[in-house]
């Protein structure tokens, strides 16, 4: 039977978080999935494989902002009013634009090409209609409302490079450039394991000692918020028989196995002996609050993490390690989290030195200031902390008390989990 990693194990251990993504990171960067060409349909959050080169100018021609008149700027009036031929008209969509004499105006609509001898649009809302002319009195401006060709992309420039996540906006950006389709990295495969002899599915009455599985929920979550479908998420008994099937198995098909449970210091944990003994541990245990059994090895061509099981933890630990593994393994530029800066607003002291991850709310004050304030609900079981913060603050591993008032480094939580 395998047991836990002894005292002198041939592994790094007790890492910082830095460290420990580092190494991650550079895991990842020999793991790179290939490229495939998916319909801009099914690419929102995939990771774009090639730099994209606008093919032509966007907009592509020059075009009306608003809908109104467009005419000659010269020949607006300097004061008084002005009266203006209209002499036709141009819809978004029009096949060209109608031709016009000095002194006359066209109708035109919000995206319809500026006619060639026109270089200011006056909105309808500015203009007398007279008949069949129309009526601008002084005060407008010589160039107003019109969108030269090119003034968002040039064609030519790089409009998205390889390593930008799909958003819904580059999506637009693709489809303006006129491509229907992108080349992204292949999505990870993602084996997900929840383990324990406690759980139980939310659907079932819990039995004595007995409590709901939630990690499958939260990780699925955050998968699923990554852009990432797991294969069927399995519930493994702390049975290490049962486990080594299943993790060999998982090894030989995915590219990242994720498992919850069973990684810390009890008789049942047996995920560090079984990568061990499967594959490779490339680290186990990382300066974290909460969080700190996190373990990273591989097993067959599978990258595995073992997140602790208490439920913040799994969070946390996906947050700072498997979220950027993720994005990483995909050749994604921006692997981390952006950090925002707020101030405390209540002192905090610490004790240990690992970095602390607090869940807190988030007010902004009329100075424009961010506010931060631990919650009460700190422990790493308890979710309530978790789902009502605004971020995490992240208390760094040697600072042991800071002020009300200090600034700290806060990761907003919404889109993180
Ligand atoms: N003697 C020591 N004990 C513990 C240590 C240690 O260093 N020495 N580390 C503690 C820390 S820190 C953490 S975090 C936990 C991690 O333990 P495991 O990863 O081995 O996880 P389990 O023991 O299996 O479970 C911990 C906790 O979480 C609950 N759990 C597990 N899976 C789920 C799930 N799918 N849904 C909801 N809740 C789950 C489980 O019932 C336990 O309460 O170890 C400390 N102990
Ligand atoms: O690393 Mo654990 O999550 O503190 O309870």
Redesign the pocket.
């Known amino acids: 039977m395998p047991q836990s990693t002894g005292s002198n194990p041939d592994f790094p251990t007790r890492l910082s978080v830095d460290e420990a993504r580092s190494r991650v990171l550079e895991l990842c960067a020999s793991r790179r999935l290939p490229a495939e060409s998916v319909d801009l349909d099914d690419a929102l959050g995939r990771v774009l494989a090639e730099n994209v080169i606008a093919p032509h100018d966007l907009p592509p021609f020059t075009n009306s902002a608003m809908d109104g008149y467009a005419l000659r700027g010269a020949d607006l009036p300097a004061q008084g009013e002005r009266r203006f031929r209209v002499a036709g008209q141009v819809l978004a969509g029009a096949g060209d634009a109608p031709s016009f004499e000095a002194g006359a105006c066209v109708r035109i609509t919000t995206g319809a090409p500026l006619p060639p001898a026109a270089d200011t649009v006056v909105i309808k809302e500015n203009v007398t209609v007279d008949g069949d002319a129309i009526v601008i009195a002084a005060g407008e401006r010589v160039g107003a409302n019109v969108r030269p060709a090119g003034e968002d992309y040039r064609g030519g420039e790089t409009a998205l490079r390889a390593g930008d996540l799909l958003t819904a906006a580059r999506l637009g950006v693709l489809a303006s450039c006129g491509f229907a389709r992108a080349k992204v990295a292949r999505r990870p495969r993602v084996a997900l394991f ?3 002899d ?2 139980v599915p939310p659907d079932r009455p819990l039995g004595f000692g007995q ?1 709901h ?4 929920y939260s990780l699925g979550g955050l998968l699923r918020g990554a852009g990432i479908e797991p294969e069927p998420i399995a519930h493994l008994r702390d049975d290490p028989d049962a486990l080594r099937v299943a993790l060999r198995e998982a090894g030989e098909r995915c590219d990242l196995v994720i498992s ?7 008789e049942a ?1 047996f995920l560090p002996g079984l990568v061990t003994e499967l594959g490779r541990v490339h680290f186990w245990k990382v300066r974290m609050r ?4 996190a373990l990273c090895g591989e097993i067959g061509g599978a990258l595995v993490f073992a997140l ?4 913040v ?1 799994t969070i946390a630990t996906f947050l700072m390690l498997v979220r950027p593994a993720l994005r990483a393994l995909q050749g994604a530029r921006e692997t981390g989290t952006r950090s925002w800066k707020a101030r405390l607003a209540a002192p905090i002291v610490k004790k240990h030195d690992r970095a602390e991850f607090l869940r807190a709310s988030i007010v902004t004050h009329d100075d424009g200031a961010l506010w931060a304030t631990p919650l009460r609900s700190q422990g ?2 308890m979710l309530r902390g978790v789902a009502e913060a605004d971020a995490l603050i992240v208390v760094p591993e040697h600072t042991h008390e800071l002020a009300a008032g200090a600034v700290v480094e806060i990761m907003p939580l919404p889109g993180l989990c």
């Open positions: 929840v383990t324990g406690e759980l409590i599985d939630s990690n499958r919850s449970g069973g990684v810390s210091a009890g944990d909460p969080g700190m059994p602790p099981g208490n439920p933890s790493s079981g």
